[in-house]
């Protein structure tokens, strides 16, 4: 068992939104980590933080290989093995090993490059504690695009360099005010980023078109995919064609099916289940397969943990990993032995509907960009409103459901990310042939809302922040964070946040947002929608 003594606490975890009082995870995670895992987890940060330090402009294609699994694997709800996590750690002492062969064997004690050790991070002044978490957090999110990115053979430069001086900042004494201007460079960065993973995600896979997907599930052995990687969902797809056996996307896999080249394999049917943190009740008893491919995954209950499968960075003890070679066997003879539902099951949404409609990517948004503009100039679209972020377990959610539900009939609600899930479901109708709820994709596609917020404002001639558009976000977990620092980079302003603010942003920091970003917390639908409208 690895030991984490930061202070007196067992751990010190505070980087999701259900942390423990708000305030941080001190004995157990919330999420189900444990101390050992947290220290363990700390402790491949602090190795990262050594090979950024140590690689001098020498790093390969391995180095950021290693640091995109890195910082991926310390994501919330990815992985719970502390077997995996050591053997990351190896890898990164490894990398170290390759690239400062004098260093090899003795990471710990190689001069000036020994791991950072994180308790002097957790333990610094508050504000550069939360400044150095909004950019630890900030990576973190940007490394988990990075590496889809990655394994559909597309990287960039400019984001690898950064996750590298952005570790190496994390142990550097600086000011609060050059922390923040890195801060902000990492959302810029991250724009790059969510532009990589676009232009992998549909050069690969085609431009999304609009797409309805059913929530019910047919008769016979199924297969349910989760999380972003769409790589994965391929392979399974093409590993189970001709073998009757069905796939189901869930969670942010959702709008895989609008992908033109994924939508043809006539075997991917449906969605099954509604957001990730339902997923210890909708698995139970359910009669297929369940892989994850990316984080979003919880406690595994014994009821239905002999179904269930990992691959990439994602981990959990006692649950079959399917490794690099992408063999998916063991998971189809799950479902094959598992044999699925005897008759059609009808499932819905969390509102009770059976469809959802995904694929509103930028490039279909933008084919019909006249018609948009000129309805907002007619007077038939009053508002945009941008709802999306992750969904999540605590009470005080249904927020989202009630604000678009009591959204104006002639406002348009562009979504993504798997909160989502709160509304998706609803039918709100549509303005001159354009649905009122427009699904853009998964949390990256926020690149697809930047696009289409920048088109607006150039055909109207105005700044993003003046054209009648409003962001209400949620966030749970360090995707999230980092599309804020994305959003706030670019000069977005007004945005609304919640349903908590993030435990690691300071009074002082949150003065800083509030004053020169008008970042407001949410408060109930009905104030803030009078507020946005007047
Ligand atoms: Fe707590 Fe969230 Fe950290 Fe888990 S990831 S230990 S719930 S703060």
């Known amino acids: 068992m690895a030991e984490n003594t930061c202070g007196s606490n067992p751990m010190f975890c505070f980087q999701c939104e259900q942390t423990a009082r708000g305030t941080g995870c001190t004995t157990v995670g919330v999420c189900g980590k444990s101390s050992s895992q947290a220290g363990l987890l700390d402790q491949l940060t602090g190795e990262l933080v050594a090979l950024a330090r140590i690689e001098d402009g020498q790093a390969t294609e391995s180095t950021y290989k290693v640091i995109l699994e890195g910082l991926f694997t310390t994501i919330t709800n990815v992985n719970f093995s502390e077997e995996a996590v050591k053997a990351q750690i190896q890898k990164t002492r490894d990398e170290i090993g390759k690239i400062r062969p004098e260093c090899e064997g003795m990471v710990e004690s190689c001069p000036d490059h020994a791991p950072l050790d994180m308790c002097t991070l957790w333990n610094e002044n508050e504000d550069i504690r939360s400044l150095k978490s909004l950019l630890l957090l900030g990576i973190r999110g940007m490394a988990a695009y990075a590496y889809h990115a990655y394994v559909l053979g597309m990287t960039d430069d400019t984001v690898n360099r950064f996750l590298i001086k952005a570790l190496v900042t994390l142990g550097e004494t600086l000011p609060a005010e050059e922390l923040l201007a890195r801060v902000m460079e990492c959302g810029q960065v991250n724009l790059a980023c969510m532009a990589l993973l676009d232009k992998a995600n549909t050069t690969t896979y085609g431009t999304p078109v609009p797409t309805k997907v059913s929530t019910y599930i047919e008769p016979g052995p199924f297969i349910v995919i989760t999380g972003h990687d769409l790589k994965d969902l391929e392979l399974l797809l093409q590993q189970?064609?001709?073998?009757?056996?069905?796939?189901?996307?869930?969670?942010?896999?959702?709008?895989?099916?609008?992908?033109?080249?994924?939508?043809?394999?006539?075997?991917?049917?449906?969605?099954?289940?509604?957001?990730?943190?339902?997923?210890?009740?909708?698995?139970?008893?359910?009669?297929?397969?369940?892989?994850?491919?990316?984080n979003c995954l919880m406690p595994v209950k014994d009821s239905y943990s002999d179904r269930v499968f990992t691959t990439e960075v994602v981990a959990y003890p006692g649950l079959v990993h399917i490794d690099d070679n992408k063999d998916f066997t063991p998971v189809i003879e799950k479902a094959l032995a598992l044999g699925g539902y005897t008759t059609t099951q009808e499932k819905t949404g969390i509102n009770g509907g059976h469809i959802l409609t995904t694929g509103f990517g930028w490039g279909t948004v933008l084919s019909v960009a006249d018609k948009v503009v000129d309805a907002v100039k007619t007077g038939k679209i009053s508002h945009f409103f941008l709802v999306g972020g992750c969904d999540g377990a605590r009470p005080g959610r249904n927020y989202y459901t009630e604000f678009v539900k009591q959204t104006p009939t002639d406002s348009i609600i562009l979504t993504l990310a798997c909160g989502k899930y709160r509304f998706n479901d609803l039918d709100l109708g549509d303005i001159g042939g354009l649905p009122r709820i427009m699904d853009m994709g998964q949390c990256n596609d926020a690149y697809s809302a930047i696009q289409v917020a920048l088109v607006l404002a150039k055909a109207f001639e105005c700044g993003v922040n003046d054209l009648p558009l409003t962001l209400v976000l949620s966030w749970y977990e360090q995707k999230a964070v980092v599309i804020l620092l994305t959003l706030l980079s670019l000069g977005i302003k007004n945005i609304y946040l919640g349903p908590t603010l993030p435990a690691f942003v300071s009074p002082f920091v949150l003065n800083y947002l509030v004053e020169n970003f008008g970042l407001t917390p949410t408060s109930t639908p009905e104030a803030d929608l009078k507020k946005i409208l007047g």
């Open 240 to 294: 189970t064609e001709g073998k009757g056996v069905d796939v189901y996307t869930h969670g942010e896999m959702l709008p895989a099916h609008a992908y033109p080249k994924l939508k043809a394999y006539s075997h991917l049917k449906g969605n099954f289940g509604t957001a990730w943190q339902s997923q210890q009740r909708e698995f139970a008893s359910v009669p297929g397969a369940f892989l994850f491919t990316t």
